[in-house]
């Protein structure tokens, strides 16, 4: 148990349609991180969020954004989703200092585009 | 080609025998994580190095830092069908404040009892 969670676990959407993510992390950790890993690849880096502010973002298109909530919540949005957004999608949350040493991930969102 | 390479791809060994999975970069690496996944689910957390030529062990499974920084092997000895599943290795590669990790593809452990 990593106290990170995530929701809903399963997911099924249409091309062209919009979509939103929710994890919770642990209290007090005030850096949440997502992550795409597709069938068979390792986790790619979406997007870094430091105390409601986006701190970080790899190589994904604007149509993947995120908010964070000061109750330690934080949520990925995806819109006009293509057939290659069907991947698990993974957050992770650190406590303040510890980025670097502690990183916990949650169970993921399995997300199907169809 | 990927930032950072796992070797093997999979691996199925019978149970009782060691095994190694290597991690390899062409950076200098700040921080190398092992994790461990069940298939479709979350990552657990197994260890984490920093400094060249660090070892650390949790029960079966050790993992170690080479001096450059730039390679690292998780092995597992006497291995049991409880080891199974998907490892990970994700590297701080970037030296950024943040916790973003760059992945290797994954190595996929079966044990035959």
């Known amino acids: 148990e990593t106290g990170v969670t995530q929701s809903p676990t399963h997911l099924i959407k249409t091309r062209g349609q919009q979509v939103t993510l929710r994890c919770s992390s642990q209290s007090g950790h005030n850096t949440v991180s997502w992550y795409q890993q597709a069938l068979g690849q390792g986790p790619q880096f979406i997007f870094q969020y430091y105390r409601e502010e986006e701190n970080g973002r790899g190589n994904f298109p604007p149509r993947f954004s995120g908010l964070q909530f000061p109750n330690y919540s934080s949520e990925l949005n995806v819109n006009a989703l293509e057939l290659d957004d069907s991947a698990l999608y993974l957050c992770a949350s650190s406590p303040p200092g510890r980025e670097k040493l502690e990183q916990y991930f949650g169970p993921g969102t399995r997300l199907t585009v169809t | 080609s990927q930032e950072l390479e796992q070797s093997p791809q999979s691996l199925i060994v019978q149970e009782g025998k060691n095994l190694t999975i290597n991690c390899t970069s062409s950076?200098?690496?700040?921080?190398l994580y092992w994790y461990k996944q069940k298939y479709g689910e979350g990552l657990i957390f197994l260890m984490m190095l920093q400094k060249g030529g660090e070892e650390k062990s949790h029960e079966k499974i050790t993992a170690k830092l080479d001096e450059k920084k730039q390679q690292s092997s998780l092995h597992i000895t006497a291995s049991q069908p409880s080891h199974a599943g998907i490892y990970l290795c994700?590297?701080?590669?970037?030296?950024?404040?943040?916790?973003?990790?760059?992945f290797g593809g994954g190595t996929r452990l079966m044990v035959k009892p």
């Open positions: 950076k200098t690496l700040y921080g």
């Open positions: 994700g590297a701080d590669m970037y030296h950024n404040a943040g916790n973003m990790l760059t």
